[in-house]
């Protein structure tokens, strides 16, 4: 019933910046808690970052001080914003909520 379709993935060189999208769809009773996980080839998926329902976030240290999660309650959508990318940060990038998980966008960040 819940559906999420992550968008703004793209290529970007090192040093630039993304901004992630996660659109919520279908029945939601409540806030709950939400992330954004990341695959990169070869790899297994990890944790980026985190949101709890009531706004607390966790990030990964890789990734702390350069990425942002948020949500719009309103929109019903979650956000990623990637700030001083680096070419390691190339992956498929996944959202998840209400223990569901989206489609994936892929991140590609050139030297």
């Known amino acids: 019933q819940v559906q999420l379709s992550e968008s703004g993935g793209g290529l970007v060189q090192a040093g630039g910046s993304l901004r992630l999208s996660c659109a919520v769809s279908?029945?939601?009773?409540?806030?709950?808690?939400m992330g954004w996980y990341r695959q990169a080839p070869g790899k297994q998926r990890e944790l980026v970052a985190t949101?709890?329902?009531?706004?607390?976030?966790n990030y990964a240290a890789s990734v702390k001080g350069r990425f942002t999660i948020s949500r719009n309650n309103a929109q019903n959508t979650v956000y990623l914003q990637m700030n001083s990318l680096k070419p390691e940060d190339t992956a498929v990038y996944y959202c998840?909520?209400?223990?569901?998980w989206g489609q994936g966008t892929q991140v590609t960040v050139s030297s």
């Open positions: 949101m709890t329902g009531g706004g607390m976030t």
């Open positions: 998840t909520a209400h223990n569901t």
């Open positions: 279908g029945r939601t009773f409540s806030i709950g808690p």
